[in-house]
């Protein structure tokens, strides 16, 4: 079990929801990341007292040092300082919550350390999950999942045998808050519509990714690269309830299923108290209350990014991380509303088309493959 923990992101939902249950649990807490959230993380640092506190931003950083002059807590600022919270000999265990590429280098920095990794950096596996994988094997570094959809699958193969057993895995989703409507009616929604998530409180970029379904296929990619499976044994299923957080299908025709109530920190609790299970103080899922359990096919039509990201899983190398690219710097786009809804879908494209994908990568590949995505779809837009 977990001891002492660093979070890379530690201002964000998952951040904050990792430091409730790291409480909870009691445990220490060796350092914490942000990008430029000054204030938020002055407070953490006099909550928590760790070592080391990160802001990527180095005006921020030195903003941070004044303010908490009068602790024991050293600040750094940049990659350098990312890579430094990532591998702390204190730290057993290390969260990752960054958002986006950014969260790589840091990874692939605690993997070779050979910390307990709490993954919820999906793009970490989408653009390099081989090469992390392999990593992760090679210096030993285990990586528990905290996306509530593979933490599901996660507990759902202790005590598979092996991949021969698996069938495919259903990898739920709620289908956002467009779900329903069809391609031409999502021409005119908006950021402010595209934030309702109807089950999850989370931040600005994953909700968008959530409302177009391209966080579907990013997870499906991330599937993909965790367990070692091919597309055709990887499928997503609409379930508005998300109550059934995913499910395994076995050769033998069982299925089997992770549920519980939509809460980010069942998930996280779990990675940090793997192989056991901690005491959780919320209340759990009351089936005798909860609405009924459904579930349909995604629209690929309605919701094209979905497509793209399936047709990027098949072509592998660096495909994924164009998509990748390409999609955080249209959500960009769409958040600061200089871009339609339907725009993120088309830049995509546009990226997909423009950057060639090279078999595979090295790091430095996939890095330029990132690079060129996003330039492509600025130039696109």
């Given amino acids: 079990m977990t001891k002492t923990i660093s979070i890379l992101g530690s201002t964000g939902s998952i951040g904050r929801q990792s430091l409730d249950v790291a409480q909870q649990l009691g445990l220490r807490v060796a350092a914490l990341t942000a990008n430029s959230s000054v204030e938020r993380m002055e407070q953490q640092v006099r909550q928590f007292q760790p070592s ?16 908490i002059a009068d602790t024991k807590t050293r600040v750094a600022s940049g990659l350098d300082g990312l890579q430094e919270a990532a591998t702390l000999p204190e730290a057993d265990t290390v969260v990752t919550a960054v958002v986006g590429m950014i969260g790589l280098q840091p990874t692939l920095a605690a ?10 950096n999906k793009e970490t596996l989408v653009c390099a999950g081989e090469l992390v ?3 992760a094997k090679r210096y030993g570094a285990e990586i528990v999942p905290v996306d509530s959809e593979h933490s599901a699958v996660f507990q759902c193969l202790q005590g598979c045998r092996g991949q021969k057993e698996i069938r495919r895995l259903l990898i739920t989703c709620s289908g956002g ?32 990714d959530c409302a177009t379904l391209m ?29 059934v957080h995913s499910m395994v299908e076995f050769q033998d025709g069982a299925v089997l299923a992770q549920m519980g109530t939509p809460d980010m920190r069942l998930p996280i609790r779990y990675a940090f108290t793997y ?4 005491v959780n103080p919320e209340e759990p899922l009351d089936l005798l209350s909860c609405p009924p359990l459904t579930f349909a096919q995604p629209d690929l039509q309605a919701f094209p990014c979905l497509r793209l990201a399936m047709e990027a899983a098949q072509e592998g190398g660096t495909a994924c991380a164009v ?8 959500v960009r786009l769409f958040l600061t509303e200089k871009i339609g809804f339907l725009d993120i879908p088309r830049l995509v494209a546009v990226a997909r088309e423009a950057v060639a994908v090279q078999q595979n990568p090295t790091l430095a590949d996939i890095l330029e493959a990132d690079a060129s995505a996003r330039k492509a779809v600025l130039e696109g837009k």
């Fill in 275 to 278: 192989p056991n299970r901690g």
């Fill in 323 to 330: 998509l990748n690219g390409a999609n955080e710097a249209a």
């Fill in 111 to 120: 993997i070779r350390a050979g910390k307990r990794i709490a993954l919820a």
């Fill in 215 to 243: 966080n579907k296929g990013l997870e499906l990619i991330e599937a993909m690269r965790l367990y070692g499976l091919p597309l055709s044994k990887v499928s997503a299923v609409i379930h508005r309830q998300s109550i």
């Fill in 133 to 135: 994988m392999a990593e």
């Fill in 52 to 67: 080391l506190a990160v802001l990527y931003d180095e005006k921020a950083a030195d903003d941070l040092r004044v303010r």
């Fill in 177 to 208: 808050p467009f779900y329903g409507r069809n391609y031409e009616e999502l021409a005119s929604v908006t950021k402010a519509e595209a934030l309702r998530h109807p089950n999850w409180k989370m931040g600005p970029k994953i909700t968008v």
